[in-house]
C-alpha cells in the first residue's frame, strides 16, 4: 500500500474521494460542501484536518489507524472496518461534531487519545459487531447512550440530559471485579454487588446530576432476577443503593434504570437485594495457558447455585465463538471446587477462550475473555514435560520430511536412545522411555532440513 501526503492548504469540493492508500497530512486539510471521504488505509494526520459538513468513512478490511500529531474534527464518522482488530485512535482526541455512525468493527481509544461527540452530537448504531473499547466522552445538554464495551462484551450506559451544554461526562466500561478496584462495603439494602464489571461514568465538566441506565447483552452480567436488580454506585466509601425504576428485556439482555439520579460519579454496577442476582456461579478464576502444543482451561468456583454444566468456547475475534468441550456442574455446592479440561487444536496467533455456565432452568452466564498466543513453529513439541513415568508424545508441526531420526542423550551428550520414525507429516509420535533414571535429557528431531533439540526432565 503506497503513501500519499498533503503537505499544503487543501481544500475538497468534490462529491467524493476514495483513497485506497495511506494518507498522511501535514499541512491543512479541509472538507467542505458535502464531500466524502472513504478511507481504506490508515490516516496520519500531522497537521489540521477540518471537516465543516460530509462524510468520512474508515471502509478497511484490516486494522486502521487515526494517528498524527494535528488536530482532527469530523462532521460526520462512520466506522465500518470489517476486520477483527478495527480502528486505533492514537493521534490525540478526536471530534466528531454531528454523526458517529457504528455500522461494524470495533473503535480504541484510551485517555490520552478520546473520542469527543460535542453538543449536538448523536451516535447511529452501536451493536456487538460495533462499539467502542475504551473512554468516550459527550459534551452537551442531550441525554445520551455511550455504545462501549471491552473485547467480546457490549456493554452501553446511557445517561439522561445533563442541565447545561456545556456539561461532559466521559463513560468506560470495564471486565474486572469492582470490589477489587474500589471497595466491598455496600448498603445495607444490598445483598450483593456484581464480582465481573463495571462502568466508569465521569462528570468532567459542570455540576448536572443525572440518572443512569445500565445495559447488558448475552447474559454477560449474569443477571437471573429483574425486579430485584439495582443500580449501585461507589461513593468513596461504599456501594449505595441508586434503586430500580424500571428494567427492560429479559435475564439474557436488557436494561436497568436508576430510580434516583447521581450527584456522585466514577463507579457503576449491578446490584441485587436478594440472593438470586447475580451469579449463581461464584466463579474464582478462569485460565487458559499453553502447555507446548495444547492449551490447558483451569477454573475454581466458590459456590454454584443450580449449575447444570459448563461450556468452554473459542474465538478469534471476540465475536465469532467454537465449542471446545463440556463439563457437568457440581448442582449446589458451597465448597471451593476445581475444574479442568483442555484444547488439544487450539487457533494459531492470540486466540480467546470463554467459560460458559448453564443453569437447570437453561438460563446461563460468561466468564472474562481469556487469551492465549500459540505461536506458529515447525519442529518438535513434547508433553507432558516434565514426565513422572517416561511416557511422552511427541508433536510434530508444520513438516513434511522422509527420512526423520528421533534421538534422547543425557547431560554428558550420551545417546541414550535412537529410532529412526519415518516420515512426518503433521503427526504425533508416542515414545515410552520409563526405562531412563530421572534428570535432564535432550530430545533431538533430525532429517533432511532440521536439525531441532528440545529439553526433557524425568522426575
Do not use: C
Not at 244 to 259: D, I, K, M, Q
Amino acid at each position: 500500500m503506497k503513501k500519499i501526503i498533503f503537505s499544503f492548504i487543501s481544500i475538497i469540493f468534490i462529491y467524493s474521494l476514495n483513497a485506497q492508500d495511506n494518507i498522511v497530512n501535514t499541512g491543512n486539510l479541509q472538507i467542505h460542501s458535502g464531500a466524502n471521504m472513504v478511507f481504506f488505509g490508515n490516516f496520519t494526520n500531522n497537521g489540521t484536518y477540518t471537516q465543516s459538513s460530509g462524510t468520512f468513512t474508515f471502509d478497511g478490511t484490516s486494522a486502521q489507524t487515526l494517528s498524527g500529531s494535528g488536530s482532527t474534527t469530523f462532521y460526520n464518522l462512520v466506522i465500518n472496518n470489517t476486520s477483527s482488530t478495527g480502528v486505533t485512535f492514537s493521534g490525540g482526541n478526536v471530534v466528531v461534531t454531528n454523526l458517529l455512525t457504528l455500522t461494524d468493527g470495533m473503535v480504541y481509544t484510551n485517555n490520552s487519545n478520546l473520542l469527543v461527540l460535542n453538543d449536538g452530537a448523536t451516535i447511529s448504531g452501536g451493536s456487538s459487531d460495533s462499539y467502542i473499547i475504551g473512554p468516550v466522552k459527550k459534551i452537551g445538554d442531550e441525554s445520551f447512550t455511550y455504545h462501549i464495551g471491552k473485547t467480546g462484551y457490549y456493554m452501553p450506559i446511557s445517561i439522561t440530559a445533563p442541565s447545561n451544554a456545556t456539561d461532559a461526562f466521559t463513560a468506560e466500561y470495564f471486565r474486572t471485579d469492582p470490589k477489587s478496584t474500589f471497595g466491598s462495603s455496600k448498603d445495607v439494602s444490598l445483598n450483593k454487588v456484581t464480582d465481573n464489571e463495571y462502568w466508569q461514568l465521569d462528570r468532567t465538566t459542570g455540576s448536572s446530576n443525572v440518572t443512569v441506565t445500565l445495559h447488558w447483552s448475552g447474559n454477560t452480567s449474569n443477571i437471573g432476577n429483574l425486579s430485584d436488580l439495582r443500580v449501585t454506585q461507589w461513593n468513596g466509601s461504599l456501594w449505595s443503593n441508586l434503586g430500580n425504576a424500571s428494567t427492560t428485556g429479559t435475564t439474557s439482555a436488557g436494561t436497568l434504570t436508576a430510580s434516583s439520579s447521581s450527584s456522585n460519579f466514577g463507579g457503576f454496577a449491578f446490584g441485587t437485594i436478594s440472593n438470586l442476582n447475580p451469579l449463581p456461579v461464584t466463579l474464582m478464576s478462569f485460565t487458559a495457558k499453553l502447555n507446548y502444543d495444547v492449551v490447558d482451561l483451569d477454573w475454581t468456583t466458590a459456590t454454584e447455585v443450580n449449575n447444570d454444566y459448563f461450556t468452554v468456547e473459542k474465538t478469534i475475534n471476540g465475536k465469532d465463538f467454537i465449542f471446545v468441550d463440556k463439563i457437568d456442574g457440581a448442582g449446589n455446592s458451597s465448597q471451593k471446587l476445581k475444574y479442568h479440561t483442555i484444547d488439544p487444536q487450539p487457533f494459531d496467533g492470540i486466540s480467546y477462550y470463554r467459560l460458559k455456565q448453564t443453569n437447570y432452568d437453561n438460563t446461563f452466564s460468561y466468564s472474562n475473555l481469556v487469551p492465549v498466543n500459540v505461536i506458529k513453529n515447525n519442529g518438535i513439541n513434547i508433553y507432558p514435560n516434565p514426565t513422572a513415568d517416561g511416557k511422552i508424545t511427541l508433536v510434530f508441526k508444520n513438516l513434511i520430511e522422509p527420512n526423520s531420526k528421533i534421538q534422547v542423550s543425557d547431560i554428558k551428550g550420551k545417546i541414550v536412545f535412537s529410532e529412526n520414525i519415518g516420515t512426518l507429516e503433521f503427526s504425533k509420535y508416542n515414545l515410552n522411555l520409563n526405562f531412563l533414571n530421572k534428570g535432564l535429557y535432550f530430545v533431538k528431531l533430525i532429517n533432511n532440513s532440521i536439525t531441532e533439540t528440545n529439553k526433557l526432565i524425568i522426575q
